[in-house]
């Protein structure tokens, strides 16, 4: 292109040095006349300026053109000073709020120059499945203005991309139920498959490379009639139609964006996955992924009549002063109960509290989490010990421990708040053990809390919730079953079943008390 175009300069002189026309010459070289009058009049200053050697190699530089972005310079250099990650898609919108009239290519390409071309990204297989067939859930932390950090949920139907958001303050497994319970009634059906990774409450450890599902998680798999697939772990781009949702919301709900504090963000939440979110288009069809929704509505499992009861169960012991404690705050329980073991169902509302025969007892609104508060109540009595009434509860447990209570109020001068200690060794032992390291504390003179503390950490095991509540059902099981006993069958009887042959008569006989043991029946069982 430099020749040619040195060639037609060398042309244009060499007949206007011949006495043409710039009219005749631009005609016998099917050019414009004006680019005659610019090449004679560039080659006059050339002559008269001179030029370098290195200036006629180079190219010509091009003079700038002017962009519509140009009346918005120093705004963009504001934001991405505030933001340094912020999209071409986020400052379009920015740019669009200010008044800015462009597409969202030239904005896309302003920021390219501006910040230099990106690595490539590495080929990823994206596995397509049928409609009602697959769902994907997660978390991923972001920060908030106040300090605190927002856990962002992101339930993806695989198919349509039908997507819910959610934010919260924590992770824990009651939050997972909730969660995943609001994602199937906003997808108004339920996949028959949801696909995750090792969180803590979906899975309890590996064994040999295969995840141990918790028991709870797999009993609300169950009553959804969901699969549960994890990915292999250390892979997110196995589940990546729900890692990519985590990155669009950085890119376009917090680029850009400051929210002070969790309630604001689920605010503006709830209006950006309505009008941003589900309005995208879908990458393969590029309808919206409402749309899409809707169309796979029909393929999913329907909901269930109730929805689950993912409230969490925790126990609790009356304090002195009829108080329940959860979460740094105090909720009021009749006074009859103090000293006693009681069931606490924490909803995201309401607490329900039931005593050890799962009878209710209480109903009350929830405080929010660790405030400290004290739930207003018609009870004037705060921070006294009634030892009369803590006594009969641990006379309840026996005359050892009614006499290890009776002893300590006459050694100690305020044995209220040893007694109350005393009661709440059961949140962590069992009422037997504690009955026991009473009588062996008796036998040193050793009336202190401390003292019988550590001997049930020296000589017993601790019990979990969970298994006190199973020693529990089986104590009941016991004894609604004492008028109904299971007797054993003859052993010849399996071999019947077995084989289909009749049993013969002198094995129908009932077993008789004199009859020889058999080899091993003095070991015991």
């Known amino acids: 292109m430099r020749a040619g175009r040195q060639q037609l300069v060398y042309e244009v002189v060499r007949r206007q040095r011949r006495g043409e026309s710039k009219r005749g010459i631009a005609r016998a070289l099917g050019i414009a006349p004006r680019t005659v009058t610019r090449i004679l009049a560039a080659e006059d200053v050339r002559r008269s300026e001179g030029e370098s050697a290195l200036e006629r190699e180079m190219p010509a530089r091009r003079a700038p053109r002017a962009s519509k972005l140009d009346a918005y310079a120093e705004r963009i250099d504001a934001w991405l000073e505030e933001y340094p990650d912020l999209t071409a898609t986020r400052l379009h919108e920015k ?3 200010v008044g800015f009239a462009g597409k969202y290519t030239i904005v896309r390409q302003h920021l390219k120059e501006l910040r230099g071309r990106q690595k490539p990204k590495r080929a990823v297989e994206i596995v397509e499945t049928l409609p009602g067939q697959q769902g994907q859930f997660d978390w991923s932390p972001f920060p908030i203005e106040d300090g605190s950090t927002a856990q962002l949920w992101s339930h993806t139907l695989s198919w349509s991309r039908g997507r819910s958001f959610a934010a919260t303050d924590n992770t824990r497994q009651t939050t997972i139920l909730e969660r995943l319970a609001q ?6 059906g339920v996949p028959g498959e949801c696909v995750t990774d090792s969180m803590p409450g979906v899975v309890d450890r590996w064994e040999c490379g295969r995840p141990i599902l918790n028991v709870r998680f797999v009993d609300f798999a169950a009553y959804y009639r969901f699969a549960v697939h994890i990915a292999p772990r250390a892979d997110g781009a196995y589940k990546g139609k729900v ?12 680029n850009g964006r400051t929210f002070r504090s969790l309630g604001e963000l689920r605010e503006v939440l709830t209006w950006w996955t309505a009008n941003k979110a589900m309005q ?3 990458p393969r069809t590029g309808r919206t992924i409402g749309e899409m929704l809707e169309e796979e509505h029909p393929y999913l499992q329907p909901l269930p009549m109730r929805p689950y009861d993912t409230r969490d169960v925790v126990q609790r012991l009356v304090d002195s002063t009829a108080h329940v404690l959860h979460a740094t705050n105090l909720y009021p329980i009749d006074e009859k109960y103090i000293g006693e073991l009681v069931y606490v169902c924490v909803g ?12 209710p007892i209480a109903e009350l609104p929830r405080l929010p989490d660790g405030a400290g508060q004290i739930h207003p109540s018609d009870r004037a009595k705060r921070g006294r010990y009634d030892v009369t009434l803590l006594t009969a509860r641990l006379a309840a447990w026996g005359a050892s ?4 209570a009776t002893r300590l109020r006459t050694r100690r001068r305020y044995p209220g708040p040893e007694l109350s200690h005393i009661l709440g060794l059961q949140l962590t032992w069992s009422a037997d053990d504690i009955v026991k390291a009473l009588e062996h504390a008796m036998r040193y003179d050793a009336y202190e809390v401390r003292a019988v503390e550590r001997i049930l950490e020296a000589r017993y095991k601790p019990r979990r919730l969970a ?59």
């Open 401 to 404: 421990a009614e006499d290890f």
């Open 243 to 254: 890692e990519r949702p985590f990155r669009y919301a950085d890119e376009n709900l917090f």
């Open 95 to 97: 740019l669009v709020e």
């Open 280 to 282: 995208r288009p879908h």
């Open 348 to 359: 995201p509302e309401r607490l329900e509290v039931f005593d050890r025969g799962v009878h």
């Open 183 to 188: 994602s199937f009634a906003d997808f108004h």
């Open 467 to 525: 298994e006190q509540i199973a020693d529990a059902t089986r104590g009941h099981i016991r004894e609604v079953m004492k008028g109904h006993p299971v007797e054993q069958r003859p052993l010849s009887s399996y071999e019947t079943l077995r084989t289909g042959d009749p049993l013969p008569d002198k094995d129908k006989e009932e077993p008789r008390d004199d009859k020889p043991p058999r080899k091993n029946d003095n070991i015991p069982r």
